[in-house]
């Protein structure tokens, strides 16, 4: 299974690490960490060092209730630190984790490899339209509704039956503009309940049915905090399992804030199947 970025394939037959790098004030975990040039540097060489595939870039939050931000704002954050990466480190892939067209588009242009969009498409009808025009991979997220309002809309009757349906309408629709390098993700804790997000975990492997790379991100997530009854400051065990677990049922990304840990969850799976 190989996507095609810039003319070069990245192969999954090893899966890949995606690093997560919020230049956000609010995020979930690590809002507000990176607030000087050198504290991003800083973070970029650590996750790099630590088996980072892609760092994957964002600029606007998405938790739960995050307050809405401007398209310039959120061009402010994240193009000088795509920009930079590109500086430092031209062979690293980079991500851009955004639903708006435009800064999609300023982000490929910049530097950016892949659109890592949570919405589908949904909240920008010219993003596929984007994404074509540039010929980049995309990454296709499960969401229902918006940040601020998605978890007001968890009424599934069945979650996966869901999921699969949005992902075989979506993907078609994308290849209809003619975005062939496809990546799902089946969106853990968005417009979803913790017992919601373990069925849908707990049948991942059904995703492998539209022969796509299926990325997972459940880094420090409240589905792993709350079930333990802790803090995202104290879910790195837990982080680890599931991770551990996404990959025994075929995921091939794992997005997370802790790349040496979740490397290591790569490196010992990888010793199952030989």
Not at 49 to 65: E, K, M, Q, T
Not at 147 to 155: G, H, L
Request: glycine share 6%; with cysteine; proline share 3%.
């Amino acid at each position: 299974m190989t996507i095609n970025i810039k003319g070069k394939l990245l192969d999954f037959s090893h899966p890949k690490i995606m690093g997560i790098l919020n230049i956000t004030p609010d995020s979930f975990y690590d809002g507000g960490k990176y607030k000087s040039i050198e504290q991003i540097k800083n973070q970029i060489e650590k996750m790099i060092i630590s088996g980072a595939d892609i760092i994957d870039v964002g600029g606007y939050s998405s938790r739960p209730g995050a307050k809405d931000i401007s398209t310039i704002d959120e061009l402010n954050r994240v193009i000088p630190v795509i920009k930079l990466i590109k500086k430092q480190h031209k062979n690293i892939i980079v991500s851009i984790d955004t639903f708006r067209s435009k800064v999609a588009a300023e982000a490929i242009i910049s530097g950016a490899d892949i659109v890592n969009d949570i919405s589908g498409g949904n909240l920008d009808s010219d993003m596929f339209e984007t994404v074509s025009k540039y010929q980049v991979p995309y990454i296709l997220m499960h969401m229902r509704g918006n940040p601020q309002n998605m978890m007001n809309k968890s009424n599934y009757e069945d979650v996966t039956k869901d999921v699969c349906k949005y992902f075989s309408e979506r993907i078609v629709k994308a290849k209809s503009f003619g975005i062939n390098d496809i990546i799902v993700d089946p969106g853990f804790g968005f417009a979803k309940t913790i017992k919601q997000n373990y069925e849908l975990l707990n049948n991942l492997e059904i995703l492998n049915q539209f022969e796509r790379p299926i990325l997972v991100g459940v880094s420090r997530k409240s589905m792993i905090y709350k079930t333990l009854k802790t803090t995202p400051e104290e879910a790195l065990n837990g982080s680890s399992i599931l991770n551990t677990i996404s990959l025994i049922k075929g995921a091939k990304i794992l997005r997370t804030h802790d790349v040496k840990e979740a490397s290591e969850c790569v490196k010992l799976v990888s010793q199952l199947n030989g």
